[in-house]
C-alpha cells in the first residue's frame, strides 16, 4: 500500500496516512483535530543522493573508476 501525504485545511496539519489505491480519492481525517478538510499534497522528492558531483571516479558503483582493465 502506498503512503500519501495530506494536509489539514482546518489546523494546518501534515501527515502521512497508509491507504490502498482504491481508496486514494479519500480524504482522512486529520490525526490532530479531526477535520474532514484535508487534501492529497504532491510529495517533496529528495534530490541528494550523498555524492558530491566532483567528478571523482572513486566514487563509481563500477569500482574501477568505469575503465575495464
Not at 25 to 50: M, N, W, Y
Amino acid at each position: 500500500m502506498p503512503i500519501y501525504e495530506y494536509i489539514c485545511e482546518a489546523c494546518g496539519q501534515e501527515f502521512e496516512k497508509m491507504m490502498r489505491f482504491s481508496e486514494a480519492d479519500l480524504s482522512p481525517l486529520c490525526p490532530t483535530c479531526g477535520s474532514e478538510e484535508t487534501h492529497k499534497q504532491i510529495s517533496r522528492v529528495s534530490a541528494g543522493f550523498g555524492f558530491s558531483g566532483g567528478g571523482d571516479d572513486s566514487m563509481s558503483s563500477c569500482g574501477g573508476g568505469g575503465r575495464f582493465t
